[in-house]
């Protein structure tokens, strides 16, 4: 059975960091990208980060290059997304994903992350 299971969320004020993990099982994690979406009240969930752990490659929005960091550690099956300089606009739920295949769609619970101005 495929696991997500996010953990690093909190309260910070604007300008501080947080570090997300995401920690997986269930599936071969060396074979796949495993990404992170937010969702903030009101607003669609959109990509933020995601990170080939094949290859190592990266992605991020705009919003987030130059503060956010994604990276894994396939010993531990876990990614990790560096957030820096965070604002009030980071402000939301935050999802690990993971995309198998068209059918095969899988999400953590989410982690809320809460940016004070």
């Known amino acids: 059975e495929v696991q997500l299971v996010e953990s690093g969320g909190g309260l910070v004020q604007a300008g501080g960091s947080l570090r997300l993990s995401c920690t997986a099982s269930g599936f071969t994690f060396d074979d796949y990208a495993i990404g992170w979406f937010r969702q903030a009240p009101g607003k669609e969930r959109e990509g933020v980060s995601c990170i080939s752990s094949t290859d190592g490659s990266t992605y991020y929005v705009d919003s987030v290059k130059g503060r956010f960091t994604i990276s894994s550690d396939n010993a531990k099956n876990t990614v990790y997304l560096q957030m820096n300089s965070l604002k009030p606009e980071d402000t939301a739920v935050y999802y690990c994903?993971?995309?198998?295949?068209?059918?095969?769609?899988?999400w953590g619970q989410g982690t809320q992350v809460t940016v004070s101005s």
């Open positions: 994903n993971l995309i198998m295949t068209i059918s095969r769609v899988y």
